[in-house]
């Protein structure tokens, strides 16, 4: 499956960003998804991730209460609502999926895009 983050850019802290992730090549509806992201020098930092079914998310406690993931598998497509930007969440934010549940760690997740960025100034 091949996945294509958009939706990033420039915004003011306080601001909100809507990140999509586009799939194709193959259906994603029994994958569980996921956002991380990776700030320059440090390592790829779990955001967001959601179930196949769409029911259940986990989070990262940075972004907890100011981000939401969600789903639509007949768009093929996954979504991050990000609300109250801080400039500590610029980022390149990557979309990825995997079959496992809710998992956190880069190492589960097999497809990843390419990454958008998101610039949050103060």
């Known amino acids: 499956v091949q996945l294509q983050a958009s939706g990033g850019g420039l915004v003011q802290a306080g601001g909100s960003l809507r990140l999509s992730c586009a799939a194709s090549?193959?259906?994603?509806?029994?994958?569980?998804m996921a956002w991380f992201r990776q700030a320059p020098g440090k390592e790829r930092e779990f955001v967001a991730s959601i179930h196949w079914s769409g029911r259940t998310t986990n989070y990262g406690d940075s972004v907890k209460g100011r981000f939401a993931i969600s789903r639509d598998n007949v768009k093929n497509t996954g979504y991050l609502q990000m609300n109250n930007l801080k400039p500590e969440d610029t980022a390149v934010y990557y979309c990825?999926?995997?079959?496992?549940?809710?998992?956190?760690?880069?190492?589960?997740?097999?497809?990843w895009g390419q990454g958008t960025l998101v610039t949050v100034s103060s």
């Open positions: 090549g193959r259906t994603i509806e029994y994958y569980a």
């Open positions: 990825a999926v995997g079959r496992g549940y809710l998992n956190t760690r880069v190492d589960e997740y097999e497809s």
